[in-house]
């Protein structure tokens, strides 16, 4: 891919200079970002490498899915293992699935067997915001927040009342509705959300080589409802309440095990159920004129069910359990020093294993306290985390992290980082049986980064470079843990608004690999990572219409073949989607998104299958 190598990198800085060329309108410089230091800066201020994703962007990208809008963001790779709502990987920044960080409202959510958050279980109508932080963040964050943070905050409540509702089909059986209400009006508002979607599919398994190969359809069913409760006690106090809950079934094709029917690929009926339910309470309180303070309550129950039948009479030929039942409590002062910020904070969190497999433990504690002090001047500011950790299975550790940006000029500002961060092993990647390895240890990393970034009349520029050493590296598919990984590459990106037109440019260069003295190969990418990936979004308004298209190039990766004796080279592709919004009454619009134009076929797992040319209408109102 040498050719699409140098094409991505040509169109990246040619396109790029040309938007800083034609930009002539204003970008929302006022925005604020809580996640880059856990306190809300101007994204103008902002040190860390992000990337936000707010409503208006979420409703005009026409996406049926949280994972197809992730795809689209600077820094960040989704792997699917085949139809629409089939299981989800997230490498952000290189970084495997486990060492990415998901938040919702500020409480973690993810499983504590597998190691990674079921991304597909949020419906995309009912987030508000969506905030990524790229890079090494477990000063910030804790265990886990290696290759970065994806925090989502769902819909909030509007003064006066507001109404919406949608409905929308598509090819291979796609059905979607959903509905809302919000209200608010003194001390109280509320916000309630519901929604469906389900999907006839493809088949999941796209090789008829693969033992679990079977040619039938793999569709699913979603369901969702949220509500949120908020109380503005008085002009110091409030308290908020979110309510989330959210299953999805799906089929797949696979054979169980063990196997007391004698089950293939062709005479297994294989299901898989997820599900999410979601608490969060919190209550911010303004003490003093310069002492905030926020405590958050959150539990949350991640469901992973599989279960099989015989096609010809429905008989039970086995099941498989493994849920994830989590608690938080988060205490956060921030004291606000002149323009500075000293923020302290305590947190606890229990994470404990719910599963029919045997797991020799299966609850896990950590108590954590963080403290932070953000410098802000004038021409430059500076962000200062020490972190201590306390697991109770495998004791202390502290981690630290200094940014800091110097802006040389108004719109022209330089930024670096260093920092540390650890992860401990999964239950899976230590109790599984015939898998788990109880003498595993946490990894261990140090991270750099540097970076520019330009912020003008119309456009924001972006260019950072990031090198992430990970000691005692556990490698996913053979949990031997290697001596070494290095996650390194550099970022640019491009968003300009230029009238009614506005570009979306990124491209990322990842090379990420392992290094072990008991590989064959003592020097390995990391699997289904792209060395390059270029994505461009156009949007142009034309009154009550906007058009939009979307590219994504991308090179080839590597991958496990499917004896795991060896790698498969999966060629690069290229994307082309395109879409229509209409505001056909002042209150209703309609959406319409090919995705796959031109019906490219390629995998991003190999022998899974990915939808080919696809077509998704929407009806929506909203007063």
């Given at each position: 891919m040498n050719n699409c190598t140098v094409r991505a990198r040509f169109v990246t800085l040619s396109l790029a200079l040309g938007l800083a060329l034609s930009a002539h309108a204003q970008l929302q410089l006022k925005v604020q970002v809580v996640t880059a230091s856990r306190v809300a800066t101007p994204v103008t201020d902002v040190i860390a490498d992000v990337s936000i994703i707010d409503r208006t962007q979420i409703e005009l990208a026409g996406q049926s899915s949280i994972r197809d809008l992730l795809a689209q963001q600077a820094g960040v790779q989704i792997v699917s293992s085949g139809s629409y709502r089939s299981n989800t990987a997230i490498f952000l920044r290189g970084a495997v699935t486990s060492q990415t960080l998901v938040l919702i409202d500020g409480v973690r959510v993810g499983s504590?067997?597998?190691?990674?958050?079921?991304?597909?279980?949020?419906?995309?109508?009912?987030?508000?915001?969506?905030?990524?932080?790229?890079?090494?963040?477990?000063?910030?964050?804790?265990?886990?927040?290696?290759?970065?943070?994806?925090?989502?905050l769902t819909r909030s409540t509007t003064p006066g009342v507001e109404l919406g509702a949608s409905v929308g089909v598509g090819t291979d059986g796609q059905q979607q509705a959903s509905a809302h209400l919000s209200s608010s009006s003194g001390v109280i508002g509320y916000s309630l959300g519901v929604s469906h979607e389900k999907a006839s599919g493809i088949s999941a398994v796209a090789n008829p080589a693969s033992g679990s190969y079977n040619p039938d359809d793999d569709g699913f069913d979603a369901a969702s409802a949220d509500f949120r409760l908020s109380a503005q006690i008085n002009r110091e106090h409030a308290l908020r309440l979110s309510l989330l809950r959210s299953d999805t079934d799906y089929r797949l094709d696979a054979t169980p095990f063990p196997n007391p029917l004698g089950l293939n690929r062709l005479t297994s009926d294989a299901r898989g159920k997820t599900g999410l339910g979601h608490t969060t309470l919190q209550w911010d309180a303004q003490w003093l004129q310069h002492w905030h303070s926020t405590v958050t309550l959150g539990a949350s129950n991640e469901q992973s069910l599989g279960d099989y039948f015989r096609i010809s009479d429905g008989a039970s030929g086995g099941s498989t359990q493994f849920n994830?039942?989590?608690?938080?409590?988060?205490?956060?002062?921030?004291?606000?020093?002149?323009?500075?910020?000293?923020?302290?904070?305590?947190?606890?969190?229990?994470?404990?294993?719910?599963?029919?497999?045997?797991?020799?433990?299966?609850?896990?504690?950590?108590?954590?306290?963080?403290?932070?002090?953000?410098?802000?001047?004038?021409?430059?500011?500076?962000?200062?985390?020490?972190?201590?950790?306390?697991?109770?299975?495998?004791?202390?550790?502290?981690?630290?992290?200094?940014?800091?940006?110097?802006?040389?000029?108004?719109?022209?500002?330089?930024?670096?980082?260093?920092?540390?961060?650890?992860?401990?092993?999964?239950?899976?990647?230590?109790?599984?049986?015939?898998?788990?390895?109880?003498?595993?240890?946490?990894?261990?990393?140090?991270?750099?980064?540097?970076?520019?970034?330009?912020?003008?009349?119309?456009?924001?520029?972006?260019?950072?470079?990031?090198?992430?050493?990970?000691?005692?590296?556990?490698?996913?598919?053979?949990?031997?843990?290697?001596?070494?990984?290095?996650?390194?590459?550099?970022?640019?990106?491009?968003?300009?608004?230029?009238?009614?037109?506005?570009?979306?440019?990124?491209?990322?260069?990842?090379?990420?690999?392992?290094?072990?003295?008991?590989?064959?190969?003592?020097?390995?990418?990391?699997?289904?990572?792209?060395?390059n990936l270029l994505n461009a979004r156009i949007t142009q308004g034309l009154g009550d219409v906007s058009v939009f298209g979307e590219l994504r190039l991308s090179g080839e990766r590597e991958d496990n073949n499917l004896s795991f004796s060896g790698r498969d080279l999966l060629p690069g592709y290229t994307l082309l989607n395109i879409g229509v919004n209409w505001k056909l009454l002042k209150h209703v619009s309609l959406l319409a998104r090919i995705n796959n134009l031109t019906d490219a076929q390629y995998q991003l797992a190999n022998g899974f299958s990915t939808p080919g040319r696809n077509l998704f209408v929407s009806m929506n109102w909203a007063m």
């Open positions: 504590a067997t597998a190691g990674g958050a079921a991304m597909d279980n949020l419906p995309l109508d009912r987030i508000e915001r969506i905030e990524i932080l790229r890079g090494a963040a477990s000063a910030l964050y804790g265990p886990d927040a290696v290759g970065g943070v994806i925090q989502i994830t039942n989590r608690r938080q409590a988060t205490w956060q002062n921030d004291i606000t020093l002149d323009k500075d910020v000293l923020s302290v904070m305590l947190e606890s969190r229990n994470e404990t294993v719910d599963s029919n497999t045997a797991y020799t433990v299966t609850n896990r504690v950590v108590r954590s306290t963080l403290a932070s002090y953000a410098f802000n001047r004038a021409a430059w500011n500076a962000l200062v985390v020490a972190r201590n950790d306390d697991n109770s299975q495998f004791g202390n550790f502290n981690n630290w992290s200094l940014s800091g940006g110097y802006r040389i000029t108004p719109a022209v500002r330089v930024v670096g980082s260093m920092g540390s961060s650890f992860q401990a092993p999964s239950f899976n990647q230590l109790y599984y049986p015939d898998f788990g390895n109880p003498s595993l240890q946490p990894q261990r990393n140090r991270a750099t980064e540097l970076g520019l970034k330009y912020h003008a009349a119309g456009l924001a520029l972006g260019a950072v470079a990031y090198h992430n050493d990970i000691q005692g590296f556990i490698v996913p598919t053979t949990n031997v843990q290697s001596s070494l990984a290095v996650l390194r590459g550099f970022t640019l990106t491009a968003d300009v608004q230029a009238g009614d037109t506005s570009y979306s440019l990124s491209y990322d260069y990842a090379d990420p690999r392992s290094y072990s003295t008991f590989a064959s190969s003592n020097d390995l990418r990391l699997v289904r990572v792209a060395r």
